[in-house]
């Protein structure tokens, strides 16, 4: 069983910046897989950002070039750095984990809003 805890989220600004922070109970290096969805209201989970045990990262077209995500192996964590915020940015982030290339763990949710 893995937990995540997230960290980071808050109120800011359209044109501002936050952190997301992700730490795992398990070591990372049992992760595939890992990173943020995101969830607004009254829309489906989407992806955001995720990255590989290999740190290979993908990104929502909506959030190239503004968000980074990155993964620290001795801290079992990952981040998302967010620039340049939207209001269309605002939603619940989850973090997400896979491991063993089986089992999918979900964060509780971190709000995220984006005042314009």
């Known amino acids: 069983q893995v937990q995540l805890v997230e960290s980071g989220g808050g109120l800011v600004q359209a044109g501002g910046s936050l952190r997301l922070s992700c730490a795992a109970s398990?070591?990372?290096?049992?992760?595939?897989?890992m990173g943020w969805y995101r969830q607004a209201p009254g829309k489906q989970r989407e992806l955001v950002a995720v990255?590989?045990?290999?740190?290979?990262?993908n990104y929502a077209d909506s959030v190239k070039g503004r968000f980074t995500i990155s993964r620290d192996n001795a801290k079992s964590s990952v981040y998302l750095q967010m620039n340049s915020l939207k209001p269309e940015d605002t939603a619940v982030y989850y973090c997400y984990a896979v491991q063993f290339a089986t089992t999918v763990y979900w964060g509780q949710g971190t709000q995220v809003t984006v005042s314009s």
């Open positions: 990255i590989t045990s290999g740190g290979s990262p």
């Open positions: 398990v070591s990372i290096l049992s992760i595939n897989v």
